[in-house]
């Protein structure tokens, strides 16, 4: 289904998101975690742009999926090419409701202030 040619996986996030999505028809649907995982790890690291510049999506993606570690381009991309792939990291952020205070091992205060929130999205380019 996925990597079925020539043209490299893009690895997205909400800020550029609308900027690939400039021309043409696209199909979208939601991904599980694993599904984002798999569809990842079947790319080679040459064949895959980073197109965020947010180290919190390269934390969900190493630390939290499970990805391994690989040295993946940056690349500012425009328009999506017909048939290209891309994986859409969406974080959101929420305040939290009750910011309770904890005393860390070193004994310095901190406060939860937010919560974040990700799921992922395939987006495919089909004309």
């Known amino acids: 289904m996925y990597n079925n040619n020539s043209l490299p996986l893009l690895l ?44 919190a999506v390269e934390t969900v993606i190493y630390d939290y999926l499970g990805v ?21 990291f969406k974080l959101y952020i929420t305040p939290s409701k009750e910011q309770p205070v904890i005393q860390a091992d070193d004994g310095v205060e901190a406060k939860l202030i937010q919560h ?3 799921y992922c999205q395939h987006i495919m380019r089909v004309s």
């Open 68 to 88: 391994e570690k690989r040295e993946v381009p940056y690349k500012h991309i425009r328009n999506m090419r017909v048939g290209q792939d891309a994986i859409v």
């Open 12 to 55: 997205l996030d909400n800020s550029n998101t609308m900027s690939v999505l400039n021309q043409g028809e696209f199909k979208c649907h939601n991904l599980t975690f694993e599904e984002a995982k798999h569809i990842i790890e079947s790319y080679e690291a040459e064949d895959i742009l980073r197109c965020f510049s947010d180290g």
């Open 116 to 118: 974040v929130y990700v």
